[in-house]
């Protein structure tokens, strides 16, 4: 007696998801095709309002991906050499990579074992190490809601405002996420996303958006993301970049907008099965009091490298798909290492949770297309590897 193959389970899942809108996204095309506006056409007004409606935020600005995102930022911030900016070492290589490319210094903070987010107590203590040192002057804290799980974003901001520094959000893993009532892109001074395919809103190539409640940095992102333009085209009011989102991806994320609000749903409701299947038995993330994570990445902490790698085969085995998101600490990185060393050049202290995770994490299946069979299966696996 033959079996059938069980049905296979993708690690983000594009294709369910094209399958519903394959009608919009060809017509969308077809429009710019017909008009011609590849750049700053109307899609990139209209996925603007559609991104600040959703959110809450009071301006959207489209820009050509989550990194330019983080850039124009603190580009309109003019952060650069002298300025330290505080940000995670347990997180994609962008969000440090942005203030070295613009000549700042990035001091890494260690992270929360259950949340995997800033720990403001460390922030705190290096913060005052970087005062004392005297030599950079303390201008921005780069929080990341990783992998969808909000920030501490009311302490950040208060001890931003304290000390007069920049508090930029990172939800390029966590668009749809919320504290409070308030979605992501409504807290800190400004929030960047990413529209990278596999974000929880993305497009079908590279883009990213920056939302902000003040409109005078607004105004100043989107001169940034056209060569510093001025009130008339050729009128260059300050260094700026090429940075703008295309009217073809603005196209993409309008066909797919009204999707999110369910597929946030779905990917909760997908979490919520991991959870009753680990219970007591695999370390599942702690989403924060008063949060809604997005659940753009599902990951759960095993006791060990040893425990990973066992778990990795078990899944491998039975046809599953996993991911190490970050199998090393930024400080770790060849690029960074000296900066990180330079960075509180009296002593860095250690970050300990951010070395442990890059060898306990795993990244599990997670879409909203994700059924209750499939999340058992992933599950069952996990188990048996442990
Ligand atoms: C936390 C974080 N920051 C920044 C980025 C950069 O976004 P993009 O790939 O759109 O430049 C990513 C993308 O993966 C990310 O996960």
Not at 84 to 107: D, R
Not at 123 to 134: P, T, W
Not at 192 to 215: E, M, Q, V
Request: net charge negative.
């Amino acid at each position: 007696m033959s079996t059938a193959a069980p049905r296979p389970i993708a690690f983000f899942d594009m294709k369910a998801q094209q399958a519903l809108i394959r009608a919009e996204i060809d017509a969308g095309i077809a429009r710019i095709l017909d008009h011609g506006r590849f750049i700053q056409g109307p899609e990139v007004d209209q996925i603007e309002a559609g991104l600040a409606a959703f959110s809450g935020a009071k301006h959207a600005v489209g820009v050509s991906s989550g990194t330019d995102a983080l850039q124009i930022a603190m580009m309109a911030e003019g952060i650069g050499p002298g300025d330290a900016v505080f940000l995670p070492a347990f997180t994609y290589t962008a969000t440090a990579e942005v203030p070295l490319v613009l000549g700042a210094t990035p001091v890494f903070v260690d992270v929360e074992e259950g949340s995997f987010n800033i720990d403001l107590a460390d922030l705190e203590r290096r913060l005052a190490l970087v005062q004392k040192e005297g030599r950079l002057r303390p201008r921005a804290v780069v929080g990341v809601d990783l992998y969808g799980l909000p920030a501490d974003w009311p302490a950040i901001e208060a001890l931003c405002a304290r000390h007069g520094m920049f508090a930029l959000d990172d939800a390029a893993q966590a668009f749809g996420g919320a504290l409070g009532d308030r979605r992501l892109g409504t807290h800190a001074d400004a929030a960047a996303l990413s529209f990278y395919p596999t974000k929880t809103l993305g497009c079908y190539g590279d883009g990213g958006a920056i939302l902000t409640n003040d409109a005078g940095r607004a105004e100043l992102y989107r001169s940034l993301r056209t060569h510093g333009e001025g009130k008339t085209r050729y009128e260059v009011q300050r260094t700026g970049m090429n940075g703008r989102l295309d009217s073809i991806q603005a196209a993409i994320l309008l066909a797919k907008l009204p999707l999110l609000e369910d597929e946030l749903k779905a990917r909760a409701r997908a979490a919520a099965w991991y959870e009753a299947h680990f219970a007591g038995r695999v370390q599942t993330p702690r989403v924060p009091a008063g949060a809604s994570s997005a659940w753009g990445i599902y990951t759960v902490v095993l006791p060990d490298a040893a425990a990973r790698g066992r778990v990795q085969d078990s899944m491998k085995a039975a046809g599953i798909p996993s991911a190490i998101y970050y199998p090393k600490p930024l400080h770790h990185q060849p690029a960074y290492a000296g900066a990180h060393a330079e960075g509180i050049a009296g002593g860095v202290p250690p970050l300990p949770v951010s070395e442990r995770l890059c060898d306990q994490v795993l990244s599990l299946p997670m879409h909203p297309y994700l059924a209750e069979e499939d999340v058992a299966r992933v599950a069952a696996a996990v188990i048996a590897g442990l």
